[in-house]
């Protein structure tokens, strides 16, 4: 490709490519809301893996005990725990405990307060991670199997002592609950596109899209429904929702494939095509729709038909390249960290 004939187009889109938006979310108001499954105590009994996915926008700027912020689980503080905690303004701790009564911690200083955080926590029989954005943001050495903890799954809340509980503030979305330890690629590709509802390890899925009413249905096979208390209410707009059947095509363009090397990258990647009679137009977006600004992207075309994208300001995260050239569409995730 000719130097004069490309012409790249940073073009900063609030929300992804195709993008809709979920029809509603929950919000949360810190002091006795929650949202109880009736019947989910037995869920993950017996599990030796697991995993627990949740959209959250947190507002308290200062949890201190006893009124942390917990987005979803189960908490006995004996045994079978499995949940995540909003503990400090901006530090999370998702725990398992085991059958055993033995903890295992993972502590991650990396909430954004007042925006849509993804969080996955997975446990595989032999560690735990925490996913942030889709980001591994730390593991853990862990060990023995989920009993059943005698209390409903909450939403919202989890129980600490005296079936009083921690109370989140702010909103949830799109929770779902697994009997399988989600692998990284899944975890990225649920923050692009949501779950069918079918997946075989999908013990509960709450996606929130209700918009009124006093009941969230479970869209998985285990059809265990929500139920909303002491107020609970509906905000108008959750996440994101992407029009998952063009994320991971790769069309070709005029003669041959686009490639992305390497992906996931931690300072630059090399976006490689060939040759376009016609200018070619590229859109990065987060993965939350967040608009980014032209300070915090940095592009260079190193040859005819190659451009070096570099990490420059950008977080750490899952991110929606889009290359359009000759009426076809390229849409690729790309990773930026481990």
């Excluded at 942030?132 to 909450?154: E, Q, R």
């Excluded at 975890?187 to 692009?192: E, G």
């Excluded at 200018?279 to 075309?301: C, M, N, Y």
Aim: glycine fraction near 10%; proline fraction near 5%; aromatic fraction near 10%.
């Amino acid at each position: 490709m000719k130097k004069n004939t490309l012409l790249i187009l940073l073009v900063l889109a609030s929300l992804c490519v195709n993008a809709q938006i979920n029809n509603s979310g929950l919000e949360f108001d810190g002091i006795d809301d929650l949202d109880s499954i009736p019947n989910s105590a037995e869920l993950l009994d017996g599990a030796t893996e697991m995993s627990l996915t949740v959209w959250v926008k947190p507002l308290n700027t200062a949890p201190s005990y006893p009124d942390f912020d917990a987005f979803a689980g189960y908490k006995n503080e004996i045994q079978s725990d499995f949940y995540i905690v909003q503990i400090g303004t901006t530090t999370v701790e998702a725990r398992f405990r085991n059958t055993t009564g033995t903890p295992f911690d993972i502590l991650f200083n990396g909430l954004v307060l007042n925006e849509w955080n993804h969080f996955a926590f997975t446990y595989d029989g032999t560690k735990t991670v925490l996913f942030h954005n889709g980001i591994n943001v730390g593991s853990k050495t862990a060990s023995g199997t989920m009993g059943n903890p005698g209390l409903d799954f909450l939403i919202g809340a989890v129980v600490f002592s005296n079936l009083t509980a921690f109370k989140l503030k702010g909103s949830i979305d799109e929770v779902g609950l697994w009997t399988s330890a989600l692998t990284p690629q899944q975890v990225a590709d649920l923050m692009i596109c949501p779950p069918i509802g079918s997946e075989p390890s999908l013990v509960g899925y709450w996606d929130c899209n209700e918009g009124n009413g006093t009941t969230t249905e479970d869209r998985s096979s285990g059809q265990l429904s929500g139920i909303l208390l002491n107020g609970t209410d509906w905000i108008g707009s959750g996440i994101p929702e992407y029009n998952c059947p063009a994320v991971g095509l790769e069309p070709n363009f005029t003669s041959g494939k686009v490639t992305i090397y390497p992906n996931p990258f931690f300072i630059s990647t090399t976006i490689q095509f060939q040759n376009s009679q016609n200018p070619v137009v590229l859109s990065l977006t987060d993965a939350v729709g967040k608009e980014l600004t032209s300070e915090q992207l940095r592009t260079f075309q190193i040859s005819g038909d190659k451009i070096l994208f570099e990490k420059g300001n950008l977080k750490n995260g899952i991110y929606l390249l889009k290359i359009t050239s000759d009426n076809q569409t390229f849409v690729k995730k790309v990773a930026i960290g481990s």
